[in-house]
């Protein structure tokens, strides 16, 4: 069954047995990204592409602060965001006899982006050859012999991760590093991150751990943290790949409420059915003798 | 609900896109006119058949096949990976409407093809009539789930409305399939049959009435898609070539050239508003506002 919008039983949450896995089969893996800690090293995209061999597609800066590879893409696994933003200054009291600074200060905003590898995931519910799969990991990964470049993933994604890479027909995406997680290692960018900023393992214990985050974050006055996609109520089911952001999602380039396009496919099927049968009528209503 | 939103006041990263445009090229939204043309021929054929005009009703079996043949080839063509097109014979998955439209097709090309086949042979009438009832039974399904296809997507400007786009579809279909059996009827010299005459003027007219309804409902943060560049020319062209068309079918009283050029502005009509569509899609996944701004606007503040 190719449906991956989870049941609402006990056993359903999790993409993998709900794919119809052996009950045996390991937990769920994903991401916690941490972006209170990230540096915007890059060490992630370096590792990406140095272990999946993904080519390159364009070093030039972009003007928009550290950024040089915009967006996600077919030829881009990783992709760290930089925002330049004012903010008021949150330093203590100056000490007596110290000019005040009022007001504006600066900070970036740095975020490694990557596949959500979501529980309700469009890419894979669209996919017509089956190409996209569930892993027994909970992961989505694409089949490169499988997959004809019909590209109907491409505009499913409600985070426009999955794309077609030229020159070769077929879409790419982040594979949380399939091959390295069947052998018991961690994906490359979470290995080579230097801060931890990304962390692998089991998604029960990121989302513990993310919590966790979140309240020493907030005790310490840093209000404006929240989590993203780490809610199994949201519109995707949460995602195995979450985060820690510092801002609105939209300033990091990421939807604020993204929702998994086949939840309104129904009603989509509904009214087509309703403009089927106003066909026929419409072309029947043509036969009637006149006069 | 669609929620009013200011578009001014949503933050985006840079100004850059949330979502991928679709990679798709023409050969797509030629296929959607196309599969249109093809399947309101089947139905008028189907119609025909009833009436006993065999000879209208061949005219609308020969535009099917060849239309559904071309239709089918330019899919073929717009893969990645064109030589492994039977892939999508892999699976049949619901939550596809691109898999379920692939199976439709699966069973209505053949349908068509035998259709048009023994037609022409003169022979196997039982089967002509089979396989013209068949083609008709499945092309309502074919003229409507491309619809329900770009509407399964994340692109504002074809998500949001994928409550009016399958009818703007199916009346798109409609007046192609009238105005093809208008041009035709002016070629051969015998003129088209009343239902076509009827269909090509009051689709291309439901159609044009169906367009500009679907962009008005889409919200404001949305609706921009339509408004500016490659989509509204394409909207332009095809609300005035199908309500211009009508115009000169209608007034022109079955002159034959009042019928091909009518007919042919009309089919052009059709092609134009698919074109329309897929443009406004591209567009709405370049523009982060479609994306944030009534996702933003149904958050709590």
């Known amino acids: 069954m190719s449906l991956t919008l989870p049941p609402k039983e006990d056993a359903g949450r999790d993409p993998a047995t709900f794919s119809g896995y052996e009950p045996a089969h390991p937990t769920r893996k994903g991401f916690f990204t941490d972006t209170s800690v990230c540096i915007g090293c890059k060490a992630c995209e370096v590792a990406c592409k140095t272990w999946n061999e993904v080519p390159e597609d364009g070093i030039s800066l972009l003007g928009s602060s550290y950024d040089n ?116 290692d961690h994906p490359a960018c979470a290995q080579a991150c230097p801060t931890e900023s990304i962390q692998y393992g089991d998604v029960a214990e990121l989302r513990r751990r993310a919590a966790d985050r979140l309240a020493r974050l907030h005790a310490a006055g840093v209000d404006e943290a929240r989590l993203y996609l780490a809610d199994e109520e949201d519109g995707v089911g949460g995602a195995g790949a979450f985060f820690l952001l510092l801002d609105d999602p939209e300033v990091y380039r990421l939807p604020p409420d993204p929702v998994t396009t ?30 | 609900m669609v929620p009013d939103v200011t578009p001014v006041d949503v933050k985006t990263y840079y100004e850059r896109p949330v979502l991928k445009e679709p990679t798709w ?77 692939t199976w439709i097709l699966a069973a209505y090309a053949p349908a068509a093809g035998v259709a048009a086949a023994t037609d022409l042979l003169g022979r196997f009438r039982g089967a002509r009539s089979a396989s013209t009832w068949a083609a008709a039974a499945l092309a309502p399904l074919v003229a409507t789930y491309t619809a329900v296809l770009v509407a399964d997507t994340s692109i504002p400007a074809w998500h949001d409305a994928r409550c009016t786009l399958p009818t703007v579809f199916a009346s798109s279909a409609s007046a192609a399939a009238g105005g093809a059996a208008l041009m035709l009827g002016a070629a051969t010299g015998a003129g088209a049959p009343l239902p076509a005459r009827r269909l090509a003027i009051g689709a291309a007219l439901a159609e044009s009435a169906a367009a500009t309804a679907m962009e008005r409902r889409l919200g404001p943060a949305v609706r921009p898609a339509y408004e500016a560049g490659p989509p509204k020319a394409w909207g332009t062209a095809a609300k005035a070539l199908g309500v211009g068309g009508a115009a000169i079918v209608a007034a022109g009283r079955r002159r034959r050239w009042a019928d091909a050029l009518g007919g042919l502005l009309i089919v052009a009509g059709s092609l134009c508003e698919r074109f329309c569509v897929v443009e406004a899609g591209k567009a709405s996944a370049r523009d982060p506002r479609a994306t944030v701004a009534p996702q933003r606007a149904r958050l709590p503040a």
């Open chain 1, 69 to 184: 590879t915009g967006m996600l893409g077919a030829d881009t696994w990783r992709h760290v965001a930089f925002i330049e933003q004012r903010t008021a200054v949150r330093a203590p009291a100056p000490a007596p006899g110290v000019d005040a600074r009022d007001g504006q200060g600066f900070r970036w905003l740095m975020s490694s982006d990557v596949c959500k590898h979501c529980t309700s995931a469009a890419c894979l519910d669209v996919c017509p050859t089956g190409a996209l799969f569930r892993t027994e990991f909970g992961t989505v990964v694409v089949q490169q012999d499988v997959c004809n470049g019909c590209g109907y993933c491409v505009p499913a994604c409600p985070f426009g991760v999955i794309d077609q890479r030229k020159g070769d027909g077929r879409v790419w995406k982040c594979t949380l590093c399939y091959d390295r997680l069947k052998v018991g």
């Open chain 1, 262 to 291: 086949t939840r309104d496919l129904g009603g989509a099927w509904k009214a087509a059915a309703m403009a089927a049968a106003g066909m026929v009528a419409g072309i029947a209503a043509t036969f009637v003798k006149a006069r």
């Open chain 2, 25 to 101: 090229r023409w050969y797509i939204p030629a296929y959607f006119f196309a599969g249109g043309l093809a399947a309101g021929s089947s139905l008028l054929a189907a119609g025909l058949d009833v009436r006993g005009d065999q000879r209208a009703a061949r005219h609308a079996r020969l535009v099917a096949l060849p239309a559904i043949t071309a239709g089918s080839a330019m899919l073929v063509a717009d893969l990645g990976r064109p030589e492994r097109f039977h892939h999508m014979l892999r699976v049949a998955k619901p939550s596809s409407p691109m898999s379920t439209g």
